[in-house]
């Protein structure tokens, strides 16, 4: 799918508004994403056992909705796909609200996980439709900071709501109003859609298009498609820069992403007994970072190759964890100025990974396996996630709390060993 935009560069119709609608979302589900297994657990009575099978069914069924969606959206329009997500995720938090037993509980799951394969398999395919290609890496950072504010914001919204109410009155409300935050998204998805129907296409070619009911029946075209769809996947992971890159995308998630939200914190509290005040300013200094710092670092990576761009996102987290480790031998101002440098060098690493990761993923899947290139660094990005914070954990609580930055160093080190290989690849 080529990028498409106003004949002078800029974005198309439709995409600040799509990118206003995913800030929208994302702080939605920033309200009650901290608060899901607690909120099962305790408040439904359903203990451990039911906050777990809720995971597990979303976890199962992002799967399986990414490599079904992937095809889909290639064939069609990526944006009907993001819609179909997105309106699976505002059931599936509505039902979570109301939910009183196990099975709307499990159902929830499921109903989120669709959600979430169907969105992340169609977004990247719906951006490069409505941005020219000049300005995509811009796009692509402006996506991940609308996406980690809204949660941010939503995370510290849901903090302050409950603690100026009761929280088993307050919970199932904010669940209904993140269900009621992407409604707006799920609605710019549809009329992304219905735009690019609209638009003027090719004729077809005499005769094309129209089915032979004996010699092309439904069945016989449904089996083709379903050999298409498998043999495209076979074809996107032979290629050597493609399994690179869905290698570094799941150690991004398992060396990074997941150690910020899971490990730091941890090292942070318990192990240079920082308040919980003092974790959350870390957060927000995080989140200030990306906010301020998008455009003017997303300019300067443009004059760098994408590959370059992706080696520095993993370079600034070795240097960002040394920094912590740093701040458990000093105190006073220099912890603080120390943990304000992680968490800067953080968040521009996080943008060099939002500047170049997806462009790549757009030059190396083609237009034609967009949706399946999407879908595949879904399935990467989950591994990763699932895979990170008990590995993160274990590491730190097996090794202390200086050893423990150096061990979050050395893992965004194997982060930059692959991004150096695929660089290689690339050539």
Do not use: K
């Amino acid at each position: 799918m080529s990028g498409a935009g106003q004949p002078d560069g800029r974005p198309g119709p439709g995409f600040h508004g799509l990118m206003a609608a995913l800030l929208a979302s994302s702080a939605g589900i920033g309200l009650v994403f901290p608060l899901t297994s607690i909120y099962i657990s305790d408040q439904l009575g359903l203990g451990g056992t039911g906050a777990g099978s809720y995971f597990v069914a979303m976890a199962a069924a992002g799967c399986a909705a990414a490599v079904l969606g992937g095809p889909r959206a290639d064939r069609g329009s990526a944006a009907a796909v993001g819609a179909v997500g997105t309106t699976s995720l505002v059931l599936s938090y509505a039902l979570l609200g109301a939910a009183g037993g196990s099975l709307p509980v499990t159902a929830s799951g499921l109903l989120a996980g669709v959600g979430y394969g169907l969105q992340y398999a169609a977004i990247t395919g719906v951006v490069t439709a409505l941005v020219p290609a000049a300005s995509q890496r811009r796009a692509f950072v402006l996506r991940h900071v609308m996406t980690n504010a809204g949660m941010g914001l939503g995370a510290t919204g849901g903090g302050l709501l409950l603690a100026a109410g009761r929280p088993a009155g307050t919970l199932p409300w904010l669940y209904e109003t993140a269900a009621a935050a992407s409604v707006p998204l799920a609605v710019l998805f549809l009329l992304v859609h219905r735009r690019r129907r609209a638009a003027p296409a090719a004729p077809a070619a005499p005769g094309h298009g129209v089915a032979d009911p004996e010699t092309d029946p439904e069945a016989d075209q449904q089996d083709q498609q379903d050999q298409q769809d498998q043999q495209g996947y076979r074809t996107l992971l032979r290629s050597r820069p493609i399994a690179l890159l869905m290698l570094a995308q799941a150690l991004f998630a398992t060396a990074g992403f997941t150690q910020i939200e899971a490990t730091v914190p941890l090292l942070l509290h318990h192990g240079m007994g920082i308040g919980l005040a003092g974790v959350s300013a870390v957060t927000a200094g995080n989140a200030l970072v990306l906010l301020l710092l998008q455009h003017p670092v997303a300019r300067r990576l443009e004059a760098l190759a994408e590959e370059a761009a992706l080696i520095a996102a993993p370079l600034l987290w070795c240097a960002a964890f040394g920094a912590g480790a740093l701040a458990t031998a000093t105190d006073g101002t220099a912890r603080t100025a120390l943990l304000a440098a992680f968490a800067a060098l953080f968040a521009i690493g996080e943008i060099a990974y939002s500047s170049a990761f997806f462009p790549l993923l757009v030059r190396f899947s083609g237009p034609a396996s967009l949706g399946r290139g999407s879908a595949l660094s879904s399935l990467a990005w989950s591994t990763g996630t699932a895979v990170g914070p008990p590995l993160g954990i274990a590491v730190v609580t097996a090794t202390g709390t200086g050893t423990g930055w150096l061990a979050l160093a050395a893992g965004a080190a194997a982060v930059l060993a692959v991004t150096l290989l695929l660089r290689h690849a690339a050539r």
